[in-house]
């Protein structure tokens, strides 16, 4: 049997004193779409910023292909990295640059490409996000989803292995956003590639997820991990079934007016 | 009014409880409720009229009240609306509050939290200027991610856009110097020398550091915004995944930039600057020409190669403080707005510093 795509194990995650989770091992195999979900606070963007190397994880380790990204040194994390694909919350565009220029900066890092090669590339990576024939506008032009979707062109730039999406429909419209998604499949049939995405946005989690782990804020580790469909009707933690169904209790209610 | 015998007291509201209506003192009601002995409360809303926020208040108060004396709270003929929003309202206790601190006053006083906070700035500092240290070397070696067109940017940016501020502040500080001088060695009858006190006032000293300051205000400043701007919007992240040193790709071309330009905006505003008491002179009697010799005497390059030394320095240290805010700045607007000021904060402090450090050593070496 071939190794998993990515492997967490152990991982611990703390800022300072404050343990944000623990004790977390899941494995994401190679062609998943995995989905990181919980309630608001649980710490699935930290989960994600540990995944990315981010932040340094209080204990455990991340394999990538079998091998260790935190005991890497700052090259090899670096050569693990130029085969991810990263989508950021806000997107993460430079706003100082163009689509366009934006989408070439990892071309012209990594790549020997001509210039005239890298325009053509650059073209075709926008145009299977919708967006050719924007290649001059700046971040700050162009709408919130088109920005995300600038983003994953951006991503996908050196055909990524994996590709990381936080939050990729948040503050998006329902078409947009169901348009992201599909987007998003047709990626990673047609590559391959692995996706991580942290969301929760049910219709997103149950349209495309084949995996998922659910982050619980209470007890501060992973409480469920699987198929999110058959978490939602077969879970044996109640709080996994409440969440996928939208249904909220009065533990919910007491926890998000406490944020609130 | 509240009435009460053994088994229940009986509140019962009525007229208006709106803004500015008579309503009862809410206190003294709470003192009393607070004094109940019967096991039971029932509040009365039959005989109430308008109502808003304030009664609500005043309900919600009273329920807490009662949990807390154990009294069982119960209501009667209170609107539809209003009960209803009371059941919103206490449908979740109330939470207690996060465990603040609980040692005494005495005990939270840290004597060394100032120097702690001074060794972890330090900390940072030096770990930011070993990190541009290498990312320096590995420019030099050829093989930093810093892009040439970044660079000339920013040479734009801390250049030739400079120039309007910096002749205006330039040729001022030189009639100043020149003023200042001239009244004194008006005294003695020595005006010509206003001439030299400009040219070497100029050259070693004020050219260069009234160039840092505006500098430190105009493109330290802008460093830290950018850079924490950049922070928030997790454009820094997405440079860091990418595999791409911060360093070498922000950084340093900013760096670089303001290097450069600062000895060429110096020599510019030391121009400036003498032309300026030129001015003044002028009005004092000295001709163009008296000055122009005058001050050819006390010209060397001496004079000029401190300020062009203390220019690069300057540069290096405005740099260094707007990167180093930026880079270390917080997610958030008001984040950003702190690494600006901090910014400018440090890099004055930083400029003064290394001013009046430059200026003991050139003493004691006799330049």
Request: glycine residues 10%; proline residues 4%.
């Amino acid at each position: 049997m071939t190794r998993p795509h990515i492997e967490v194990r152990d991982l611990t995650m703390a800022y300072g004193d404050r343990v944000i989770q623990r004790d977390l091992g899941f494995d994401i195999n190679r062609g998943d779409i995995f989905v990181i979900m919980g309630g608001s606070g649980c710490g699935k963007s930290t989960l994600l910023k540990h995944l990315l190397g981010l932040v340094e994880p209080a204990a455990g380790d991340i394999l990538y292909n079998g091998r260790s990204f935190v005991n890497a040194d700052d090259a090899q994390r670096d050569a693990m990295r130029r085969s991810w694909g990263i989508t950021y919350q806000s997107g993460g565009l430079f706003s100082a640059m163009t689509l366009a220029e934006n989408v070439e900066l990892p071309l012209q890092l990594y790549t020997r490409y001509s210039a005239a090669d890298r325009a053509g590339i650059i073209a075709y990576k926008l145009a299977l996000v919708g967006l050719d024939g924007y290649q001059s506008f700046y971040p700050s032009e162009i709408s919130g989803g088109m920005r995300k979707r600038a983003a994953l062109a951006r991503a996908i730039a050196l055909d990524p292995d994996i590709l990381f999406f936080d939050e990729p429909s948040a503050g998006l419209d329902p078409i947009s956003s169901r348009l992201l998604d599909d987007l998003i499949v047709q990626l990673q049939e047609s590559t391959g590639a692995t996706v991580v995405m942290v969301t929760h946005e049910l219709p997103s989690i149950f349209g495309i997820a084949t995996n998922s782990v659910y982050l619980d804020a209470a007890s501060r580790t992973m409480i469920a991990y699987g198929d999110p469909r058959e978490l939602r009707d077969h879970s044996d933690q109640a709080v996994v079934r409440q969440f996928l169904a939208r249904q909220a209790s009065a533990g919910d209610a007491a926890a998000s007016k406490e944020k609130a | 009014m509240l009435t009460e015998d053994r088994d229940r007291a009986v509140l019962t509201l009525s007229g208006d409880w709106v803004q500015g209506s008579n309503y009862p003192d809410l206190r003294l009601l709470h003192d009393e409720l607070a004094c109940l002995a019967s096991p039971q409360l029932l509040v009365d809303g039959s005989a109430l009229g308008e109502w808003d926020s304030v009664l609500m208040a005043f309900l919600l108060q009273s329920y807490n009240q009662c949990r807390e004396n154990n009294t069982e709270f119960h209501s009667h003929g209170l609107p539809p609306t209003v009960q209803h929003l009371l059941t919103v309202a206490t449908a979740v206790p109330p939470q207690p509050p996060p465990a603040g601190d609980q040692r005494p006053w005495y005990n939270r006083i840290e004597v060394g939290a100032g120097i702690r906070e001074m060794a972890k700035l330090t900390r940072d500092s030096l770990g930011f200027i070993g990190e541009l240290s290498i990312a320096l070397w590995r420019l030099l070696l050829g093989k930093a991610n810093t892009r040439f067109s970044d660079f000339r940017g920013f040479c734009y940016d801390a250049g030739p856009d400079a120039f309007a501020i910096i002749t205006l502040t330039s040729v001022l500080v030189g009639m100043i110097l020149a003023y200042l001088g001239a009244v004194q060695l008006r005294q003695f009858g020595a005006e010509i020398y206003v001439a030299d006190l400009v040219v070497i006032g100029t050259l070693r000293e004020m050219g260069v550091l009234m160039t840092a300051v505006v500098m430190a205000g105009r493109t330290g400043a802008a460093y830290a915004a950018q850079l924490g701007t950049m922070q928030t919007n997790e454009e820094i992240d997405a440079i860091v995944t990418m595999g791409i040193s911060p360093m070498e790709f922000l950084v340093l071309p900013r760096m670089l930039a303001l290097v450069v330009m600062m000895p060429l905006l110096t020599v510019y505003a030391n121009l400036l600057g003498i032309i300026g008491g030129g001015i003044v002179a002028g009005g004092m009697g000295i001709t163009p020409l008296m000055y122009i010799n005058e001050g050819q005497n006390a010209l060397s390059l001496v004079h000029l190669n401190v300020g062009l030394l203390k220019s690069v320095v300057y540069g290096l240290l405005i740099a260094v403080a707007g990167c180093r805010a930026g880079m270390n700045s917080g997610r958030s607007s008001a984040a950003v707005g702190q690494a600006a000021t901090s910014a400018v904060v440090t890099a004055i402090v930083y400029l003064i510093i290394a001013d009046a450090g430059i200026n003991i050593i050139f003493q004691q070496v006799g330049i």
